[in-house]
């Protein structure tokens, strides 16, 4: 299974659409996860033109419309793996250490997270810790960007800079 991995859109403020670099990768995909500050819902749609399957949870910067479609936490099963979804809050040099707690419960082999903008593939113990970044923001990062997950019978990851 293919899946494209998107955060922080911030859209309308940080751009009026997702770029087109990732809606054409994401024809090819077989699942989207969004991890979170969509902002507006409108992404949704961008996103379902390109994979009819989204996925995600909301942000702290979501409105309400948002917030009422997507859980602040999900689990998505993936075959014999189990990813948890969550956006993140507060600073960002301590969200490795909040999703570890979020999900310390839920034996998850993956974790997808958002907020910082910064983009992050990190094994640490068993679980891949996995950030796409932002594709519209880079004020808190050198470079856009968004991520791609292969599933087989293992998790291989990886980000796209844009």
């Given at each position: 299974?293919?899946?494209?991995?998107?955060?922080?859109?911030?859209?309308?403020?940080?751009?009026?659409?997702?770029?087109?670099?990732?809606?054409?990768?994401?024809?090819?995909?077989?699942?989207?996860?969004?991890?979170?500050?969509?902002?507006?819902?409108?992404?949704?749609?961008?996103?379902?033109?390109?994979?009819?399957?989204?996925?995600?949870?909301?942000?702290?910067?979501?409105?309400?419309?948002?917030?009422?479609?997507?859980?602040?936490?999900?689990?998505?099963?993936?075959?014999?793996?189990?990813?948890?979804?969550?956006?993140?809050?507060?600073?960002?040099?301590?969200?490795?250490?909040?999703?570890?707690?979020?999900f310390k419960k839920d034996d998850v082999d993956m974790v997808i997270f958002g907020h910082s903008h910064n983009a992050l593939n990190l094994k640490e113990g068993k679980v891949l810790y996995f950030n796409p970044g932002s594709p519209t923001d880079n004020v808190f990062s050198e470079y856009n960007?968004?991520?791609?997950?292969?599933?087989?019978?293992?998790?291989?990851?990886?980000?796209?800079?844009?």
């Open positions: 299974m293919k899946i494209g991995v998107i955060s922080d859109t911030h859209i309308p403020e940080r751009a009026k659409s997702i770029p087109g670099k990732i809606l054409e990768e994401f024809k090819g995909v077989d699942m989207i996860i969004h991890a979170g500050d969509f902002v507006n819902i409108e992404v949704l749609a961008m996103l379902k033109k390109a994979c009819p399957d989204v996925r995600g949870v909301s942000g702290n910067m979501d409105l309400a419309d948002v917030r009422k479609n997507f859980p602040e936490k999900e689990i998505i099963t993936v075959g014999k793996f189990k990813i948890g979804v969550k956006h993140g809050y507060g600073p960002p040099d301590k969200l490795i250490q909040m999703m570890q707690e979020a960007s968004f991520g791609i997950i292969e599933i087989n019978d293992k998790i291989e990851a990886r980000i796209v800079k844009l």
